[in-house]
């Protein structure tokens, strides 16, 4: 086989295996406000923040942040984190 065939079929196996893993999924973003603007943070990828001027902006933001990060674990044959439940607490501190 040439090897613009064994490319094409490489190509081919791989963009079938990204569909096989394509599908529906879920993740947590918390998003609060953060002096003048907010930050939003999607736990399930470690270091996976985003931060904008209005609610909207940082959502959207965090949107793309997730999506490349299921991009890098797809390109690197890596499972994509999945939580069951989300529990959420507010602790109010007295100092």
């Known amino acids: ?3 613009q065939g064994k490319l094409a079929l490489a ?3 791989q963009m079938d295996l990204r569909r ?12 609060g406000r953060n002096g003048e603007g907010w930050v ?5 990828f470690q270091g996976c923040v985003a931060y904008g001027k209005s609610y909207e902006k940082t959502l959207a933001k965090i949107r793309g942040e997730i ?3 299921i ?6 044959n ?4 999945q939580v069951e439940t989300v529990n959420f607490t507010m602790l109010q501190m007295s100092l």
Do not use: T
């Not at 096989?20 to 998003?31: A, E, N, T």
């Not at 991009?71 to 690197?76: A, C, I, M, R």
């Not at 890596?78 to 984190?81: F, G, L, S, V």
């Open 20 to 31: 096989i893993r394509m599908g529906d999924y879920r993740f947590s973003v918390m998003i």
């Open 11 to 13: 190509q081919n196996m």
């Open 1 to 3: 086989m040439k090897e």
């Open 71 to 76: 991009e890098d674990s797809l390109g690197d």
């Open 67 to 69: 999506q490349l990060r």
């Open 78 to 81: 890596e499972d994509i984190p």
């Open 40 to 44: 939003a943070v999607c736990p399930e």
